[in-house]
């Protein structure tokens, strides 16, 4: 697949209109291309539902259909049969209840014991309780019942509530509830006693069972769903709609079935290829300003994929029409392994479901077209993968023949009358999809990633190779430096492997991040043969300095003299970011006595800029924690966490990771991958016979602390 970097999330504003012109632009060509062709098309009758049929309209030919009207109409008759839901009993609700009524009733008590209020008082206290209506005499006969009487409505009441509210109450049941509520209490009161707790209990009885939309919709969709879908048969000959009735949605459907009527009127036919390029575009416009997908922001991508899409549509809309075979053999998945080849797989899907879309608007065939175009696309782009050999492609020209061929026979034979003859033809118009789909993809994939800058798999995977003149240059003029790439790259494909970003980019990035110091070799101590002199111990902290951050730029010229891929030349100019060298600055300042106002910072700068993806993030992370254990060589987990916390930390205290997207998830997964891979890497050795007392054999070299910033 193809790797671009994913840059900044802020985009010049001058950028977004030229950006929305160029979407423009090609949204109008989309729309000539539907909407010119729908001139040339013969018209028949002109109906729609409602209009009166002016003669009797017969099948041409036999046919059964499924019937989406007749289906729909069905549905909704079994969901309207529906009744409606309600829940089931709630406990919290009748305890809430009961639970008032307690406190109603502790209030009463409270008052009745209340020497100091006066009759009239306690009886206007009573009148006024919150959410109870007591008749007058109710409230008389409450302040009259002795303790006794009083302590044995209580219980009676709230035994009778419980027992109420045991049972499910819906809003319409309340009112015949609460008239039944006499028959529940016990017969051991009097008639006066039980009125009382008749009036008590009614102003707390609420329904407890609750309608519920959701439960009703649940069983109105299990209605719709047992309806089978109905399947509408006629006859050769049959009479459709007779002349003189007005036409229905079900006789519209059969007519356009039939291809008895024509399609909307002309400007109606506009308005539709209108509506249809406009949504498109706009979920266009609204998916790749979300996903900042790789070839949005570069003006160059960007238009070439607009090209790439308008050939492959205005070549189906002049070659597909009025033909039986030739839709089948137009090589349109080839168009969404292209995108998937030069720009990932996300990107395909969604431009390839347009194109489909577009591709077959208004064709009388449209259903089965769009599903031959839509499913052997989709599949063939995940057989396809991330195209790491050109098996790979052949692996997807066969996808494309199989899921053709599936969809020929899902969608034309069952409703189509075909002899054998067709059959073969379209099983061969399947396979020449499949092979011409692959081997164009194959063909313009290099020429387009050549063009475009961009690094497709398949040429990592050659660049990559030991055998490759800059890396064989590399490897015999700073063999050290190389070394230290490869650990690098090893750090940084695990960690990439774990947050799910583009590992073989990661890794050829860090085969070639440091390519510039072959051009200096001995200025870099890992290039410098034990007990040899350091060449920076002689020069000034500024020279030093320069000389180190020289190898970004080494790398960039060497990158560019032999055609490395754009992508891989932004890991030689994002490994060190804006960073500065460490300890060409300290020594800078110690130099001026501490003095920073006599020390220009920007002589120990890197040019940058800081990352702007994933993978050359990781680089970063991973060449500073690298570098860091070769110097400090870690003995154990702790120390290892230590050391790899520490250098992750300091990159993002440096601002350095602010245009990337990394997340905290990520950081934390390229933290444990990192001690994981360390803990492997510098395992201890052991001492074989005869070796140094003091010494053994070490995994890596050391190296002093202090030059692990001029690496």
Same mark, same amino acid.
Request: glycine letters at 6%.
């Given at each position: ?56 309209? %017969? ?62 008082? %306690? ?225 395909? *899907? ?123 240059? *590399? ?36 085969? *070639? ?10 200025? *870099?101590?890992?290039? %410098? ?76 700068? =890197? ?80 001492? =074989? ?23």
């Amino acid at each position: 697949m193809s790797i671009s970097p994913e840059r900044s999330p802020r985009t010049p504003r001058h950028f977004v209109i030229l950006r929305a012109l160029t979407l423009i632009v090609a949204a109008v060509a989309a729309f000539s291309a539907l909407a010119l062709p729908l001139a040339l098309r013969p018209t028949t009758l002109p109906l729609t539902v409602g209009d009166v049929a002016p003669r009797d309209l %017969q099948a041409p030919y036999a046919v059964d259909y499924l019937s989406e009207v007749r289906t729909e109409s069905a549905r909704q008759s079994a969901a309207l049969t529906v009744a409606p839901v309600y829940t089931l009993a709630d406990p919290s609700i009748a305890r809430a209840q009961i639970e008032d009524l307690r406190g109603t009733l502790l209030y009463i008590a409270t008052l009745r014991a209340d020497e100091y209020a006066s009759p009239e008082e %306690q009886i206007s206290d009573l009148l006024a309780l919150d959410g109870i209506l007591l008749k007058d005499e109710t409230v008389a006969t409450i302040l009259n019942l002795s303790d006794a009487q009083w302590e044995t409505i209580q219980q009676e009441s709230l035994s009778v509530l419980e027992q109420v509210m045991r049972n499910s109450i819906r809003q319409s049941d309340v009112a015949s509830i609460q008239r039944s509520v006499p028959s529940r209490v016990s017969l051991a009161l009097t008639e006066i006693q039980a009125q009382v707790v008749a009036e008590l209990v009614r102003a707390f009885i609420v329904p407890n069972s609750l309608y519920s939309d959701d439960l009703t919709e649940a069983d109105r969709t299990s209605a719709r769903e047992t309806v089978e879908p109905v399947i509408q048969s006629f006859k050769s000959g049959e009479t459709i709609v007779s002349g003189g009735q007005l036409i229905t949605s079900a006789d519209l459907e059969a007519l356009q079935t039939l291809g008895l009527i024509q399609p909307p009127q002309e400007w109606q036919n506009y308005l539709g290829a209108g509506a249809l390029t406009l949504v498109l575009s706009i979920f266009l416009w609204l998916y790749f300003g979300f996903r900042r997908s790789s070839f949005i922001n570069a003006m160059r991508s960007l238009v070439m994929v607009e090209i790439i899409f308008l050939i492959f549509l205005v070549g189906a809309r002049l070659t597909i029409p009025n033909h039986a075979i030739i839709p089948y053999l137009y090589p349109l998945p080839a168009f969404g392994l292209l995108i998937a080849t030069l720009f990932g797989a996300d990107a395909a *899907f969604v431009l390839v479901f347009a194109l489909s879309l577009l591709t077959t608007y208004g064709l009388p065939n449209a259903l089965d077209l769009t599903a031959y175009y839509l499913v052997s696309s989709f599949i063939s782009i995940l057989v396809l993968s991330k195209a790491k050999r050109v098996r790979s492609f052949l692996r997807a020209g066969i996808a494309i023949t199989l899921v053709g061929i599936a969809m020929l026979l899902a969608y034309w034979l069952p409703y189509t009358p075909t002899d054998w003859i067709g059959v073969a033809s379209l099983a061969g118009a399947a396979t020449f999809n499949g092979v011409a789909s692959s081997s164009l993809t194959l063909l313009l994939q290099f020429f387009l990633a050549q063009s475009l800058g961009l690094t497709t798999t398949l040429q990592l995977l050659e660049i990559s190779r030991p055998d490759v003149p800059l890396l064989q240059f *590399f490897l015999r003029t700073a063999p050290g430096t190389y070394q230290h790439s490869l650990q690098v790259a090893n750090l940084a494909e695990q960690a990439a492997e774990r947050i799910g970003a583009d590992a073989l980019l990661v890794r050829v990035g860090a085969l *070639f991040h440091d390519v510039g110091k072959a051009e200096n070799p001995l200025f *870099f101590i890992e290039n %410098q043969a034990p007990g040899s002199i350091n060449t920076h111990e002689d020069l000034a902290p500024e020279d030093s300095a320069e000389n180190i951050i020289r190898h970004v730029t080494d790398g960039v010229s060497l990158g560019r003299k032999h055609r490395l891929p754009d992508r891989l030349i932004d890991f030689m100019l994002e490994h060190h970011g804006t960073n500065i060298t460490q300890y060409q600055y300290s020594q800078a300042l110690k130099n001026a006595n501490g003095d920073e106002d006599k020390v220009d910072i920007g002589k120990f700068r =890197y040019p940058g800029p800081a990352p702007r993806s994933r993978e050359t993030a990781l680089l970063m992370l991973a060449d500073g924690t690298e570098a860091r254990s070769r110097a400090e060589q870690p003995q154990t987990e702790e120390e290892i966490r230590t050391l790899v916390h520490k250098t992750m930390e300091t990159i993002q205290k440096n601002g350095q990771l602010s245009n990337t997207r990394l997340t905290l998830r990520d950081l934390t997964l390229i933290n444990e991958s990192f001690v994981t891979t360390l803990q492997g890497t510098l395992h201890p050795r052991i001492k =074989y016979p005869g070796a140094p007392a003091s010494g053994g054999v070490e995994t890596i070299p050391r190296r002093r602390k202090d030059d692990r910033d001029s690496i």
